[in-house]
C-alpha cells in the first residue's frame, strides 16, 4: 500500500517550489512580461494541488511529481538566465539571445498548462467515483490532453519512415547500393566517425537516395531507429534552429534547460560532447556553401562524433563536402538513355509505348531533359496526354530557346515549361507552395481555405464544391510530378528545385503579372516589413523572424496575410508579438489573416476595419485571453479559427452578429467556460468544434442551427446532450468522445438520419447503444473505442449496410457480436483489439 502521507509531502513540496518560482519572478528584469504570464498561471495552479495531493493513488502523485519538474525547470531558467547581469550582446544576436530564453519560458509555461488541463480530467474522473487504475488512468488522461488541449501540437519522439515514389529506376538502384556499401563498411563496429558526401545536380535524386537508405532494414538494423536522424538544412539554414532540431534527437532535454540560451559555440560543443556517447547516423540533407559567424555550414554542423558514427551529406557543391573533409564521396550520375527512356515513359504514357509517329520526338524530348530524374519525371507528367505531333513539337521548340546556357538555367527552363503549360488558377496554386517554408508538410486544409477566401475557384458557390476543385487541382499538380500529396491527401510537399522555380517565377515576374504581386518570404529574418512594397497582394512571413512591427502598415491591396509562427523582436521586449492599434490601418482588403502560432496576446482593436476579411486564423495562440471588441463588425467573415487557444477566457458579446460564419473552431480552448448568448443566430453554421472546452453546459438554441453538418463535442464532460439535438437534421459528423459522465445516447439520435459518422470512444460509461440506431442508414463509420463498460451491441445493427468502419478496439466488456454481422458488405474496416471479453466470432464474419 502506498505512504499514506507520500501525496501531502509531494503537495508541500510542489507549494514551496510554486513560492520560489513567484518569488523570482519578482526579481526577475528579463523576459519580464513571459515572467508576469507564467506567473498569473501559477497562481491557478495552486487550487488544483491542494485537490489532489488528497488522493493518495499513483495517478495524482505522478501528476504532483510532473509538475515538481516543471517548476524545478522553471526556477532554473528564471535565476540563470532572468535575474542575473549578463554580458551585453551587442548587435541583433542580443534579440535572438534574448528569444532563445523567453522561448523556453514560453515552452515551460506551456507545459505547465497542459498539466492543469490534465488535473480538470483528473479532477472530473475522481468525481464520478471511478475505481483508480493507476497508470492507466494517467495514460488515458495524458492522451485525452494529447487529442483536447493541443491537438495540432506534432512531436517527434518516433521513428518516422520517409516517403517514397513507387517508382525507382533499376539505375538509381545501383547507385543506392554503392551508398548503402559505403554507410555499412564504415559503420561498422567502432572505428573513428566519418562523414560520407553523396553529390548530384539539382533534380538528380540525392534526396530519393538519401530516404531510401534512412528506410532500409539492414540499416536500421545496424544502428536502431533510435540512431538514425534526419534534418533538412537547405538555403535558408538558420544554425540555433538546426542545434535545437539535434538536441532533440538526444531527448534528455539539457540542451533545452542549459544550452538553448547560449552562444553557438557552446551549443556545438556540447551537441559534439553529448554525440560522443552514441553510434548514429545523421543524415544531412540539401547543405549549401554557406557560412556563420566565419565558418562554414558544415563545420557547424559536423557533431556526430561517436565511435562508429556516419555523417550522410547530401549537396550540389563539392566545396560542402572538402570542407568536411569527407571520407567517401558517391556522385549520383545522370540517367543512362534506356533508364531515363522508361522513367520518361512511365510518366508520359503509363508505363507503355509511345503512340504510333510519336516515338522519335518523344525521344527527342526525353534527351532535352540531360537524364535528370527530376526533369523526366516533371516533363513527361506534362505531356502526359499529348497525342498529337504538334504538341510534342511545340515543346521541342520551348528547350531549343534555352540551348547552350549552363546547367542550372536549363533545368530552370525544362521545369518552367511544365509550369507554363498549367491553366491560370493552376499556376497560381503552384506558386503559393513558394509561400511555405522548404521542405514544409503543408496542411491541405489551410491551402483550400486561402485559396478559397481569394476567390481562385470563381466558379464554385458552395464550400464543398470549393474543396473537391481544390482537391483536384492538387492531385493535378501532384498528376505531373509538380508536388507530392501524401497517401490520406491530408498534406502536400514540394521538391525544393520546384520551389526555387516558384521563387524565381515570383522574383522575375513583370509588373501587373498576379506573381509580381505575392511577397513570399517564408523563414527570413527581417529588421522590418515597413520595406515591404505596398503594392503587394499576398505577403507571406511563415516562421521569420522580425524585429519591427509598425503601425498603419500600408498595404491597401492586400488581401492574404500569412503571419504564421511569427517571431517578434523589441529592443528592450521579448517574444510576446505586439501590433499596434492601428496596425490593419492599411489593409482595408484583407481577406484572409493568418496569425497562427504565434505569441500574441491580443488583437488590436483596429481589426474591426477589416470589412473584407472572410477567414481569421489565430489557433494555438497560447497567450490570447480575450477577442477585441468589434470584432463583430467583421460581417463578412465565414471562418474563424480559435482551436489550442487555452488561455482564452470568453467570447466577446455580440459574435452572434457574425452573420456569414460557417465554421468556428473553438478546439482545445480550455479556459473558455461559458458560451455568450445568441448562438442560435448563427444561421449560416455547419461547423461547430467545441472539443476539450470544459463548458458546464452548451448553449441553449443549438438545436437552432439547421445548417449544421459537423459538431464536434469531444471531451466537454457535459452532464448531458443539449435537448433538441435530434433537430440538426443536416448533422453528417458527430464526436461525442471522451464523453464520461453520460451512460447512453438518447433516443432522438435516431433522427439525424443524414449522419456518416459517429464518435463514442472513450465513453467509458457507455452501457448500451439504443436499439434504433439502426435507422441510421447514412451512416458509414462507427467508433466505440475504449467503451469497456459495453458489454453489447444492439440488434439490428447490421441493417446499417453503408457501415465501412467499425472500431470496437478496446470494449474489454463486448462478450459478443451480434449474429448477422456478416450483412455488413460495405464494410472494409474492423477492429477488435484488446476486446478480451470475446470468447468466439460469428462463424458469417468470414463473407465480410
Known amino acids: 500500500m502506498a505512504d499514506p502521507v507520500s501525496g501531502a509531502v509531494l503537495g508541500a513540496a510542489v507549494g514551496l517550489l510554486l513560492t520560489e518560482v513567484t518569488n523570482a519572478i519578482k526579481k526577475a528584469y528579463r523576459c519580464k512580461q513571459n515572467c508576469e504570464k507564467l506567473q498569473s498561471t501559477l497562481k491557478s495552479v495552486e487550487p488544483h494541488v491542494k485537490k489532489l495531493e488528497v488522493h493518495d493513488n499513483d495517478t495524482c502523485r505522478t501528476w504532483l511529481e510532473d509538475l515538481k519538474g516543471l517548476l524545478k525547470e522553471a526556477l532554473q531558467i528564471i535565476e540563470k538566465h532572468c535575474i542575473k547581469n549578463r554580458t551585453v550582446i551587442r548587435s541583433f544576436f542580443r534579440y535572438v539571445n534574448k528569444a532563445r530564453v523567453s522561448s523556453r519560458i514560453l515552452d515551460v509555461h506551456l507545459r505547465i498548462k497542459e498539466k492543469i488541463g490534465e488535473a480538470n480530467i483528473l479532477m472530473l474522473v475522481l468525481v464520478q467515483d471511478i475505481d483508480d487504475k493507476g497508470m492507466f488512468l494517467l495514460q488515458e488522461t495524458n492522451d485525452m490532453v494529447r487529442t483536447l488541449i493541443s491537438p495540432t501540437m506534432e512531436t517527434s519522439s518516433g521513428f518516422i519512415t520517409q516517403d517514397l515514389p513507387a517508382n525507382i529506376v533499376s539505375f538509381e538502384n545501383d547507385t543506392f547500393e554503392e551508398l548503402k556499401s559505403q554507410v555499412k563498411t564504415n559503420g561498422d563496429g567502432m572505428g573513428d566517425p566519418v562523414t560520407i558526401g553523396l553529390r548530384g545536380a539539382g533534380g538528380a535524386g540525392k534526396t530519393l ?13 545496424q544502428y536502431g531507429t533510435d540512431s538514425i536522424f534526419w534534418i533538412t538544412i537547405g538555403q535558408d539554414a538558420i544554425l540555433p534552429s538546426l542545434y535545437l532540431t539535434m538536441a532533440k534527437f538526444l531527448k534528455d532535454g539539457v540542451f533545452e534547460r542549459e544550452y538553448a540560451s547560449r552562444n553557438e559555440e557552446d551549443q556545438r560543443t556540447y551537441l559534439i560532447s553529448a554525440f560522443k556517447k552514441k553510434k548514429v547516423l545523421l543524415i544531412l540533407d540539401d547543405v549549401w556553401k554557406q557560412y556563420s559567424h566565419g565558418h562554414s555550414m558544415m563545420e557547424w554542423l559536423d557533431v556526430a562524433k561517436g565511435l562508429g558514427s556516419v555523417t550522410l551529406v547530401t549537396t550540389r557543391d563539392n566545396a560542402v563536402l572538402t570542407s ?19 522513367l520518361f515513359c512511365y510518366h508520359a504514357f503509363g508505363a507503355g509505348r509511345p503512340p504510333q509517329g510519336l516515338e522519335k520526338i518523344a525521344k527527342d524530348v526525353c534527351k532535352q531533359c540531360g537524364g535528370l530524374p527530376l526533369a523526366l519525371v516533371v516533363i513527361g507528367g506534362t505531356m502526359y496526354d499529348a497525342m498529337e505531333l504538334c504538341q510534342w513539337k511545340f515543346a521541342m521548340s520551348r528547350f531549343k530557346e534555352s540551348q547552350g546556357e549552363n546547367p542550372y538555367e536549363i533545368l530552370f527552363h525544362r521545369m518552367k515549361f511544365s509550369y507554363d503549360k498549367l491553366d491560370d488558377v493552376k499556376k497560381k496554386c503552384f506558386l503559393y507552395f513558394a509561400a511555405f517554408p522548404e521542405d514544409a508538410r503543408i496542411p491541405t486544409e489551410k491551402l483550400f481555405s486561402i485559396w478559397q477566401a481569394e476567390q481562385l475557384f470563381v466558379d464554385c458557390n458552395e464550400d464543398e464544391e470549393a474543396f473537391y476543385k481544390g482537391m483536384t487541382t492538387l492531385i493535378s499538380l501532384a498528376d505531373q510530378s509538380l508536388i507530392e500529396l501524401s497517401e490520406d491527401g491530408k498534406t502536400a510537399t514540394i521538391h525544393d528545385v520546384l520551389r526555387d522555380l516558384a521563387i524565381r517565377i515570383i522574383d522575375e515576374a513583370k509588373s501587373g503579372d498576379w506573381a509580381s504581386e505575392c511577397y513570399f518570404k517564408p523563414g527570413k529574418v527581417l529588421k522590418t516589413i515597413s520595406e515591404i512594397p505596398s503594392n503587394k497582394k499576398r505577403i507571406s512571413l511563415i516562421g521569420s523572424i522580425i524585429q519591427d512591427l509598425p503601425g498603419n502598415f500600408q498595404v491597401p491591396q492586400l488581401q492574404v496575410l500569412l503571419l504564421c509562427g511569427l517571431t517578434h523582436y523589441i529592443e528592450d521586449r521579448e517574444i510576446p508579438l505586439k501590433t499596434s492599434k492601428d496596425f490593419f490601418g492599411g489593409m482595408n482588403n484583407l481577406l484572409y489573416l493568418d496569425f497562427s502560432e504565434t505569441s500574441l496576446e491580443k488583437l488590436p482593436e483596429g481589426i474591426k476595419e477589416l470589412k473584407a476579411l472572410t477567414s481569421l486564423n489565430l489557433s494555438e495562440c497560447f497567450y490570447l485571453e480575450e477577442l477585441p471588441k468589434g470584432i463583430e463588425e467583421l460581417k463578412a467573415l465565414t471562418s474563424l479559427n480559435l482551436s489550442g487557444c487555452s488561455s482564452l477566457k470568453e467570447l466577446p458579446k455580440g459574435i452572434e452578429e457574425l452573420k456569414a460564419l460557417t465554421s468556428l473552431n473553438l478546439s482545445g480552448c480550455s479556459s473558455l467556460k461559458e458560451f455568450p448568448k445568441g448562438i442560435e443566430e448563427l444561421k449560416a453554421l455547419t461547423s461547430l468544434n467545441l472539443s476539450g472546452c470544459f463548458l458546464k453546459e452548451l448553449p441553449k438554441g443549438i438545436e437552432e442551427l439547421k445548417a449544421l453538418t459537423s459538431l464536434n463535442l469531444s471531451g466537454c464532460f457535459l452532464k448531458e446532450l443539449p435537448k433538441g439535438i435530434e433537430e440538426l437534421k443536416a448533422l453528417t459528423s458527430l464526436n461525442l468522445s471522451f464523453f464520461s459522465p453520460l451512460k447512453e445516447l438518447p433516443m432522438g439520435i435516431k433522427e439525424l438520419k443524414a449522419l456518416t459518422s459517429l464518435n463514442l470512444s472513450r465513453w467509458r460509461n457507455l452501457k448500451k447503444l439504443p436499439e434504433d440506431i439502426k435507422e441510421l442508414k447514412a451512416l ?51 477492429n477488435l483489439a484488446g476486446c478480451s471479453s470475446l470468447k468466439e466470432l460469428p462463424k458469417g464474419i468470414k463473407e465480410l
Open 324 to 342: 568536411t573533409k569527407a571520407k567517401e564521396t558517391v556522385v549520383v550520375p545522370l540517367l543512362p538513355k534506356s533508364e531515363a527512356w522508361k
Open 209 to 221: 537516395l538519401a530516404k531510401m537508405l534512412y528506410n532500409d532494414p539492414d540499416i536500421q538494423a
Open 780 to 830: 458509414t463509420s462507427l467508433n466505440l473505442t475504449g467503451c469497456s463498460s459495453l458489454k453489447v451491441l444492439p440488434k439490428g445493427i447490421e441493417e446499417l449496410k453503408a457501415l465501412t468502419s467499425l472500431n470496437l478496439s478496446g470494449c474489454s466488456s463486448l462478450k459478443e457480436l451480434p449474429k448477422g454481422i456478416e450483412k455488413l458488405k460495405a464494410l472494409t474496416s474492423l
